[in-house]
């Protein structure tokens, strides 16, 4: 976002040798690097420059940040970031200090989250926890797509009564299939359960994401899954304050529902000061809660 609104620009004091005087002569460092013959000018003088200490600190915050970076693609968007910013500005070793020295205005606000964002790296707050506070530095540090993905998979399959049902990640086969019989675009939804006859009776997929709403392209995504079996779905999200919480039913022009059943979305809400057993726990009661029951295992009493 920084980088398409344009970097900070500021007028900083330069010093530099001249042939011509421009700015203010430095009196102290002509006599003493040009001495009685001079033959160039030693000169002060306001540039306008992305050398500011706001660019700095992101360069430097993009430097800490990529030997932690667990997600390939994650890294390769941090080093392009990290070599687009290089063009403009040098580095330099910053602090603390530096972050809290600066004063946002009107013109640079936008810096505000990334800001935000380099002061956690600095101060090595990376994965202090799994609440919302600070999903965006763990979204850098940690590929939390894969982990919320797998964690969500594996509540599913330890609420799922797995006496009578199937719990699975594998594809649930083709979206297409030529006339010859060639399958194309495998599908893969991040969890489905078919029953003993096999019959797929949910799909379900998981995003880590940080909007509102369901995108369009979740709608897309799952709305395949369903159809290609004709089940009910589920999205499953992290907390975002119920925002995403609410059920779905498709129409056609003819106000059918297109041979897909009912889509809900969950949210799940591991608290801000959540451990892992923890969170594990909340998906498990959440998944266990927003299931049909048909699926569930019964608990054990105590």
């Known amino acids: 976002m920084i980088l398409k609104r344009g970097l900070n620009w500021e007028y900083l004091v330069e010093e530099s040798s001249e042939t011509h005087l421009r700015g203010q002569l430095d009196l102290q460092q002509q006599l003493q690097r040009q001495g009685v013959t001079p033959k160039r000018f030693e000169c002060r003088y306001d540039e306008l420059s992305t050398e500011t200490r706001l660019n700095k600190i992101l360069l430097d915050g993009l430097h800490r940040l990529r030997p932690l970076v667990t997600s390939s693609s994650?890294?390769?968007?941090?080093?392009?970031?990290?070599?687009?910013?290089?063009?403009?500005?040098?580095?330099?070793?910053?602090?603390?200090?530096?972050?809290?020295?600066?004063?946002?205005?009107?013109?640079?606000?936008?810096?505000?989250n990334a800001l935000r964002l380099a002061k956690l790296i600095f101060e090595q707050a990376f994965v202090a926890d799994l609440g919302g506070r600070n999903r965006r530095i763990q979204s850098l540090l940690i590929d939390m797509e894969s982990t919320f993905e797998r964690v969500v998979y594996r509540a599913v399959k330890a609420v799922v009564d797995t006496e009578y049902y199937d719990v699975r990640n594998d594809s649930i086969g083709h979206l297409?299939?030529?006339?010859?019989?060639?399958g194309h675009l495998s599908m893969y939804p991040d969890f489905w359960i078919q029953n003993r006859e096999e019959d797929v009776v949910l799909v379900g997929d998981t995003k880590w994401k940080t909007g509102t709403e369901p995108s369009r392209d979740n709608f897309y995504q799952i709305a395949a899954y369903q159809a290609k079996y004709g089940t009910p779905g589920v999205l499953v999200y992290p907390d975002v304050a119920g925002e995403m919480t609410d059920t779905y039913t498709y129409a056609t022009?003819?106000?059918?529902?297109?041979?897909?059943?009912?889509?809900?979305?969950?949210?799940?809400?591991?608290?801000?000061?959540?451990?892992y057993d923890q969170f594990v726990q909340t998906v498990e009661a959440t998944i266990r809660d927003n299931l049909p029951q048909s699926l569930v295992k019964s608990e054990a009493l105590p």
């Not at 297409?176 to 060639?182: A, D, L, P, T, V």
């Open 74 to 112: 994650v890294r390769s968007d941090v080093n392009r970031y990290y070599g687009r910013l290089q063009q403009y500005v040098s580095y330099e070793r910053m602090s603390l200090r530096d972050i809290e020295s600066v004063s946002l205005t009107r013109l640079n606000e936008y810096y505000d």
């Open 253 to 275: 022009g003819s106000g059918t529902d297109a041979g897909r059943g009912e889509l809900w979305s969950i949210e799940i809400e591991p608290g801000e000061e959540a451990s």
């Open 176 to 182: 297409s299939q030529s006339e010859s019989g060639i």
